[in-house]
């Protein structure tokens, strides 16, 4: 005579249970990864290279996407998936939690290419980065098409009139809506050379200044780059939310070359 322990039992059965939740969570789980490993392709190789994703807080968004798609999905899986269902209702959990995942992937998806960085603009005497959701469209003028494939150089040229100058500094200064927010005002990064290089400071100037920390990384860039100190100009870079950072351009070209986090 065998003697079955019912506890013993209960447990075996526990344990096949979590075994099959297992299984199915983590085929999700690889499923989403998979997707997800995309989406940072995307943002991480077009929306926001580097330095976008410090300047622009793409980290953040970043982590919002990945952890929805990553985590939420296979959790809900890892919920209601049970061996005893048939195969229907089986289908029927994996095809409403896809479907709830794949909006929340969408809504994602657009919020970070709602608030994606698509131009570095020069103004007055330094770079802002201007996010899709910056640029300010005037009443009556025609929508700007922005890139896609990643943040483009620009400069600004103010009006000639004076009254048109004082509206639009007023903005800056009462609403935040800053020259380069304006597409009426873009025009080519090679248009305002002149004008960049008066407001450049040369690196060799400026480094000594600098903490240490700061300054072994702009040692680290241009070993990187094999360029000397006096081959480099700097110009400071403001993004959302004020993260600053510091623009090493080449002293020719007048093309950034580096950017260091502060």
Not at 25 to 48: M, N, T
Not at 114 to 139: G, I, N, T
Not at 149 to 164: D, I, Y
Not at 186 to 215: G, T
């Amino acid at each position: 005579q065998i003697n079955i322990c019912p506890a013993a039992v209960a447990k075996l059965l526990l344990i096949m249970k979590l075994e099959g939740k297992l299984r199915a969570a983590s085929w999700h789980a690889a499923i989403s990864l998979l997707v997800a490993l995309c989406v940072v392709w995307l943002i991480l190789g077009v929306w926001y290279p580097a330095p976008y994703l410090y300047l622009s807080g793409g980290i953040e968004l970043l982590r919002l996407v990945v952890g929805v798609d990553v985590i939420v999905g296979p959790f809900l899986t890892l919920l209601v998936y049970q061996e005893s269902k048939t195969r229907r209702a089986k289908v029927f959990d994996f095809f409403v939690i896809g479907l709830l995942q794949i909006f929340a992937l969408a809504y994602g998806v657009f919020t970070v290419a709602a608030a994606r960085p698509v131009h570095m603009v020069f103004e007055k005497d330094l770079l802002r980065v201007v996010h899709a959701s910056d640029v300010y469209q005037s009443v009556g003028t025609l929508l700007v098409e922005l890139p896609w494939t990643g943040p483009t150089l620009k400069s600004v040229r103010m009006p000639e009139s004076s009254s048109a100058r004082n509206q639009i500094l007023t903005d800056a200064l009462k609403h935040g809506i800053y020259e380069a927010y304006r597409p009426e005002l873009w025009r080519p990064y090679d248009e305002a050379r002149i004008q960049i290089r008066e407001k450049a400071r040369p690196l060799m100037e400026v480094m000594p200044s600098w903490p240490l920390p700061i300054q072994k990384q702009a040692r680290e860039q241009l070993d990187k780059l094999a360029t000397k100190t006096d081959q480099v100009l700097v110009l400071p870079v403001v993004g959302r939310n004020f993260a600053e950072a510091t623009a090493l351009l080449d002293a020719y070209t007048l093309q950034p070359i580096a950017f260091i986090n502060e």
